[in-house]
């Protein structure tokens, strides 16, 4: 409830009584206009404008101005008096005003003079004293005009009373009139309260409206999980619009609300990059096979391109099996067609694999200022995903599936990081990636090194290469460094080209099993030409030959021949797509063919030689094969010059080792050639059956030995088979039957001299020193006749000169011609060692002391006797002298 402004109050106005009546009436209208009616203002009042000299504020003005001028100078003090006057009515002006502080007066008056408390203590009281005279003068000037004013006063009560009840009715109708207006004046000022509340509401509405939408806007981008347009409200909501209406409870609540909502962005973000990297995880075998498929498209679209622009030139290089092959650079043309097969459509790793969680989790994150904290997760979590695709699983090496699903998962992995590092800024880097690729290619070289060398068959290891060159190029075009995979495969390649070799001695052992080691009948001319397509063979003597006729080399020597070429064809197939130069790819070849000759074919060669059932004119037949398949070497270099387009003039061209292959093989087959004929010489050997102590011999040979010289003539008609060509080859290969011819003659000589000097025989009658002789002459007479043709002269019979001449020494007992020209060169019996015809003669002297027990009675035993010993006594001499001399 407002009060009228013009009411009055009349009690009010009497609460402190005036001294004269126009001082009341100027106090009351003074009151009206906010002035205070008390007596200070009234006598000042009074004394401005107050026409009644009663009054007392005239009086105490006029009785002022009287004493005043009643006053009379006092005496004049002494100048010491003076100035503590004025000092002291200094102090005493301050302490009388109540502006400023006592202390420092106070200070001042004490700090002066040692007897400054005292004088200022007298100087008080005597203030004191005039202010006490000058008040009683006062009261005592003023008691009068008090007195008539108030019977004044008394005088105009009356009309006082009468002006009062004049004022109270005029104020009582004053009031009446004006409670309507007061009434409406209240309703006036409510309305206009209502209207200000509601302007001000609707204005704080107008404020808090936006907020409100702001943060529906954000429930609803929660729920559609549009949490980077989410934490862009809440940024709007925390800096623009709650700031605004930050006074209410409900902003406050808001507030506090949002921190709560950005950890939970964060955590379903995060969840987000969780399921994103396992589905990565799931998807990186599907994404590497699309890569992998990808770059090989584009590598046999590259090659078909460069073999349509030198189609023109393009030429036959070999033909093997019936089947011509055009190369470029390392393909086969056959190998487009193929690929032309593969899936048309073109996926990247944006079509397999969803990459918005990784973007918007990044953004959240990078929002809320923790970018550095997801950027290492992600490295962390995607090293440790690296480790896993790394693990290769422990049977990989038994099937290409399993090297190529080992690769898809890598190349997967890297196509994916590829994609985030371009994608994206800062999330994962260059150096990042190429440390992970450093590290992940250490771990594949090193678990391709160990498995491949579980792998036993060329086919497999051939299609891991292709498999590693598609993986190299794969990831070199996206940036990957692969030196080191290529290098790898030059590891590899040779351990391809051992499983080749293991692979091809067993293909040469089968060739050999199956070969019947005869010459190749030819019944026409159609046969000819087959042979003559499969191996270069040129004779002019056989050319000349009707048909039948007959191939000096076996079944075997074309299809080694052929599997030499299918070797290099095999070989070449690795160094393919390798980026190596025609010069580095030729020597590849010719190394990997010196290996299969000279150590797998050789190995073979040796092995079948070996064989026990492999006889003597298999050996025969080996030499005249091993001599074809040398004399074919220089087919094969060319063979390998016509593939890799390298001049075999060249500086570094290696040249195949065919000329000490198959001269090593030829050696071990005629020396096995010579064992096996000595062994079958000791068989016939240990079938003799000699009476060492006969009287007299049968007069003819003994049954072994003429079957062993049957054996021996038969055995050497083989050798009429081998070449006899006016070359250093065949040359040399037609000395095999002269050397083994003597090789037998020599060791049945030896067999035979040793059979006389066994220790185990000890004693030997002349009769079967005679019948001996009888054998020793059909051996003679076997060397005579020129078994192998080419010796010159007695050569051969000088295989048993040392036997002949010690039977023909025994024979004729021509002991003292031994004797008397021991040591001379032309001694007759200059073969003869002493200490053989000593251990032969003590053999016979035994024998004659057994068998002639009445010997002592006839005078010519006892000559002969006495004979043998002192010629046994001179051979033990000779024997004595020589081991001094040695």
């Known amino acids: 409830m407002v009060d009228f402004p013009f009411t009055l109050q009349p009690k009010k106005y009497l609460t402190k009584k005036p001294s004269c009546l126009f001082c009341w009436i100027q106090s009351t209208a003074d009151h009206e206009v906010g002035l205070s009616a008390d007596s200070s203002s ?6 401005a404008y107050c026409p009644f000299p009663q009054c007392s504020a005239h009086s105490s003005r006029k009785g002022n101005m009287d004493s005043s001028r009643a006053r009379a100078p006092p005496p004049s003090p002494p100048q010491e008096d003076i100035r503590e006057g004025k000092i002291y009515g200094n102090v005493f002006a301050e302490l009388e005003s109540i502006d400023l502080p006592l202390g420092t007066t106070l200070r001042s008056v004490y700090d002066d003079q040692p007897n400054a408390h005292k004088r200022f203590m007298e100087k008080l009281d005597a203030r004191i004293r005039n202010h006490d005279r000058e008040i009683e003068k006062m009261c005592n000037f003023h008691h009068q005009g008090f007195v008539d004013a108030i019977t004044e006063l008394l005088k105009v009560r009356a009309d006082a009373e009468k002006l009062m009840g004049q004022v109270t009715d005029t104020n009582r109708r004053l009031q009446d009139a004006g409670r309507e207006v007061t009434a409406q004046t209240e309703e006036v000022i409510r309305c206009r309260i209502q209207q200000r509340n509601m302007t001000t509401t609707v204005e704080k509405l107008q404020l808090c409206i936006p907020v409100l939408e702001m943060y529906s806007k954000l429930k609803e981008q929660l729920e559609s999980k549009r949490y980077y347009a989410a934490l862009k409200t809440m940024e709007q909501l925390e800096n623009i619009y709650i700031p605004r209406v930050s006074q209410y409870r409900f902003c406050q609540i808001m507030a506090e609300t949002l921190p709560k909502l950005r950890e939970e962005i964060k955590e379903i973000s995060m969840s987000d990059l969780k399921d994103f990297l396992e589905s990565i995880r799931k998807h990186s075998d599907k994404i590497g096979e699309t890569a992998m498929r990808q770059a090989q498209q584009h590598r046999t679209f590259i090659s078909a391109v460069q073999k349509q622009a030198s189609l023109g030139c393009a030429k036959p290089l070999y ?22 097969e593969a899936d048309d459509e073109v996926l990247t790793a944006q079509d397999l694999v969803d990459f918005s969680p990784v973007y918007r989790c990044l953004h959240i994150y990078t929002i809320l200022g923790d970018r550095e904290t997801f950027e290492n997760y992600y490295r962390k979590q995607r090293k440790k995903q690296a480790r896993l695709v790394l693990q290769p699983q422990s049977n990989m090496h038994e099937t290409v599936e399993g090297y190529r699903k080992y690769f898809n998962q890598i190349v997967g992995f890297f196509v994916v990081e590829d994609h985030i590092l371009h994608a994206t800024q800062g999330l994962v880097t260059r150096a990042f990636t190429d440390e992970l690729w450093n590290m992940a290619l250490s771990k594949i070289i ?13 086919d497999l290891v051939l299609e891991l290469k292709n498999l590693i060159v598609i993986f190299a190029d794969t990831l070199q075009g996206y940036g990957f460094s692969v030196n080191r995979l290529f290098d790898l495969l030059f590891e590899i390649r040779d351990q391809y080209n051992e499983t080749l070799l293991k692979k091809w001695a067993l293909v040469f052992r089968e060739i050999f099993e199956q070969d019947n080691y005869s010459p190749i009948p030819v019944e026409n001319e159609e046969e000819y030409k087959s042979v003559v397509s499969r191996f270069p063979f040129h004779d002019a003597e056989i050319e ?23 070797f290099i064809y095999a070989s070449l197939k690795f160094s393919e797509s390798l980026h190596r130069s025609s010069t580095e790819i030729d020597d590849m070849l010719r190394k990997s063919a010196n290996l299969l000759l000279t150590r797998t074919l050789s190995g073979c060669l040796q092995n079948l030689i070996k064989k026990p059932h492999i006889g003597l004119t298999e050996l025969v037949q080996i030499i005249i094969n091993t001599t074809h398949l040398e004399q074919a070497c220089k087919y094969l270099e060319d063979f390998i010059t016509n593939i890799t387009n390298v001049s075999p003039e060249t500086i570094h061209t290696t040249r195949l080792y065919g000329l000490s292959t198959f001269k090593d093989a030829r050696h071990a087959a005629e020396g096995e050639i010579y064992t096996k004929l000595n062994q079958k010489i000791d068989e016939f050997i240990q079938l003799a059956d000699y009476e060492w102590g006969m009287a007299e011999s049968d007069g003819r040979a003994s049954g072994y030995l003429m079957d062993l010289i049957n054996f021996l003539r038969s055995t050497f008609q083989v050798f009429t088979h081998l070449p006899n060509n006016n070359n250093d080859h065949a040359a040399m290969s037609g000395k095999v039957a002269q050397t083994a011819c003597m090789s037998a003659c020599k060791h049945l000589a030896t067999s035979l001299m040793q059979m006389l000097l066994d220790t185990e025989l000890k004693q030997i009658s002349m009769g079967a020193i005679q019948q001996f002789n009888l054998d020793v002459i059909q051996c003679e007479l076997f060397a005579s006749s020129e078994p192998v043709p080419g010796f010159q002269g007695d050569t051969l019979q000088l295989a048993f000169i040392d036997l002949r001449q010690l039977l023909d020494l025994f024979m004729v007992w021509d002991w003292s011609t031994y004797l008397a020209d021991y040591g001379q060169p032309t001694s007759k019996y200059l073969r003869v060692n002493p200490s053989t015809a000593l251990a032969l003669l003590e053999k016979m002297k035994d024998t004659s002391k057994k068998n002639n027990i009445f010997s002592q009675f006839r005078k010519n035993d006892r000559d002969k006797q006495k004979l043998i010993e002192t010629v046994v006594k001179q051979l033990r001499s000779l024997v004595n002298g020589m081991s001094q001399h040695s």
């Open 446 to 458: 090193a678990v391709l090194r160990t498995h491949s060398s579980y792998c036993n068959d060329p």
């Open 544 to 566: 000349k030959q009707p048909f039948p006729k007959k191939l000096p080399m076996s079944q075997s020597v074309p299809q080694i021949y052929i599997q030499v070429k299918e």
């Open 42 to 47: 009234c006598a000042v009042l009074s004394q």
């Open 319 to 340: 033909s093997l099996n019936g089947r011509t092959t055009l190369q470029h650079n390392g393909l086969v043309a056959g190998d487009a067609a193929e690929e032309e």
